[in-house]
């Protein structure tokens, strides 16, 4: 019986006018006319403006509503929260869930005070910015983290280190593919492991992130 080996070139790539249809983002700033909201809304983007977080609205952050939350540090979270900012939000945030992506939204200078908070994000986007430069800014961000080709490439690099075997290679090659093509999406750890993938962590985190960009909920 003929059976199908499947190959990262079948995988179907996501062009980037999609990706920013795919791709959630939620900007919390207490200036709305801080960020360039409805060119971002024109370019594409699937983009929230929020001007403060509440208790229902940090529900939706904890459960992973958005994809990119860009975020302030003052003047942004309600005071039925408490003497909280946006550092504390982005602890908690990356506390429950690390892959959660989040991008520091603030002020030119990098004040002693604010330290903590540009180590802590993801990436950062500094004010002022133009409208043109937000949509550049943006579309490397989703390039850097949602192009198929990258993610498939992070996925390789992961794989070359732990094995240096062609065949061995090829095979976790199938498994992934295969996972990602089929009606479960169940990734078989086990075989990946006996292979000789040990971080089976990371390939796994990089396999959904694909699963769920082709599925278009992420």
Do not use: C
């Not at 929230?48 to 509503?65: M, P, Q, S, T």
């Not at 939350?69 to 309600?78: A, K, T």
């Not at 990734?187 to 390939?203: E, H, W, Y």
Request: charged residues 30%; glycine residues 4%.
């Amino acid at each position: 019986m003929f059976f199908k080996k499947y190959r990262y070139d079948d995988i179907m790539t996501i062009e980037l006018k999609e990706l920013k249809k795919r791709i959630k983002i939620v900007v919390i700033d207490d200036d709305e006319n801080s960020f360039p909201i409805i060119q971002m809304q024109s370019f594409g983007f699937t983009l929230e403006y929020w001007a403060e977080i509440d208790v229902e609205k940090l529900n939706r952050l904890e459960e992973g509503a958005f994809d990119i939350i860009v975020l302030d540090i003052f003047g942004v979270v309600n005071k039925s929260l408490g003497d909280l900012t946006g550092l504390d939000i982005l602890k908690s945030l990356k506390h429950k869930n690390p892959k959660q992506l989040i991008i520091a939204f603030s002020g030119s200078s990098y004040e002693i005070d604010k330290g903590e908070f540009w180590k802590l994000a993801d990436d950062f986007i500094k004010k002022p910015i133009s409208a043109f430069d937000t949509k550049e800014r943006l579309e490397s961000i989703l390039s850097d983290n949602y192009s198929i080709n990258k993610l498939l490439s992070k996925i390789k690099e992961t794989v070359s280190k732990q094995v240096q075997d062609i065949k061995k290679e090829s095979e976790i090659e199938n498994i992934i593919v295969k996972a990602i093509f089929s009606r479960s999406n169940k990734l078989d750890l086990v075989k990946l492991t006996r292979i000789g993938i040990q971080d089976t962590a990371s390939i796994m985190t990089l396999v959904t992130t694909i699963i769920s960009i082709i599925k278009g909920h992420l």
